[in-house]
């Protein structure tokens, strides 16, 4: 499948629009269907065991939530936490999609044509390529602790919290420390902060897949207000 390449504005409209609809009821199969949106984004975007993973683990919520609730505490804390679960998991799961599918360089264009700050745009960008490499030195931190024979699993996290604390973040936080300073030399260095006017490599533009997808946000928003306040 010919992979789709959206708009950061775009992809940002949609993280907005995906957490803007955690304070909006929205019906489960307004749900249903921004998932699948997500999940066929991710599949464009080559990431087709993410987009598999995330469906199912949404489907497996919206299944507990169908599941008959007594009077009985387990059930009535299953629901809500199922419940809150599956609201909250659209905008992470869009602005996962946001970090994964966006170059640095074109994010920095698409916030530039928006005329935000100079200040808040090398933050942004500085940020969203900051939560990539942590994860990348956690998965380094996680392969050498198997190396030695100590597996990062929930019962040994049960079992000896603190040393897996010592285990875990005490590298991983130095890690940080250390990728937020080369990170920030970085952008030095390339002139992120220069006050001249600078040339992209890659520039944002929209297409129609932009037009797409925000006419289904605005139509989604459009429908799930509609039918809240009585309209139709």
Not at 13 to 32: A, D, K, N, Q, W
Not at 115 to 143: A, C, D, G
Not at 204 to 211: E, G, M, P, Q, T
Request: with cysteine; proline share 4%.
């Amino acid at each position: 499948m010919k992979k789709i390449v959206l708009d950061p504005r775009t992809k940002l409209f949609l993280t907005f629009c995906m957490g803007l609809s955690i304070t909006v009821m929205v019906p489960l199969y307004v749900e249903v269907l921004n998932m699948l949106l997500l999940a066929f984004l991710f599949f464009t975007n080559g990431q087709v065991k993410s987009a598999i993973k995330l469906m199912l683990f949404f489907l497996i919520l919206v299944c507990l939530s169908f599941l008959p609730v007594t009077n009985g505490f387990v059930s009535n804390v299953i629901f809500q936490i199922t419940f809150m679960i599956r609201r909250f998991m659209l905008p992470i799961v869009a602005g996962k999609y946001l970090i994964d599918s966006t170059p640095v360089g074109l994010l920095m264009s698409a916030l530039e044509k928006l005329k935000l700050p100079q200040s808040l745009v090398i933050t942004i960008s500085v940020m969203l390529r900051f939560f990539p490499t942590l994860s990348e030195e956690y998965t380094h931190i996680k392969n050498a602790m198997k190396m030695r024979g100590i597996g990062l699993n929930a019962s040994h996290v049960i079992q000896k919290p603190l040393l897996m604390l010592e285990y875990v973040m005490v590298p991983l936080l130095a890690s940080a420390s250390r990728i937020g300073d080369e990170l920030a030399a970085s952008a030095h260095i390339k002139g992120v902060d220069a006050g001249c006017e600078k040339v992209r490599y890659k520039s944002a533009k929209f297409s129609s897949a932009d037009v797409f997808i925000s006419m289904y946000i605005v139509a989604g928003f459009v429908l799930v207000i509609g039918t809240r306040v009585g309209l139709w």
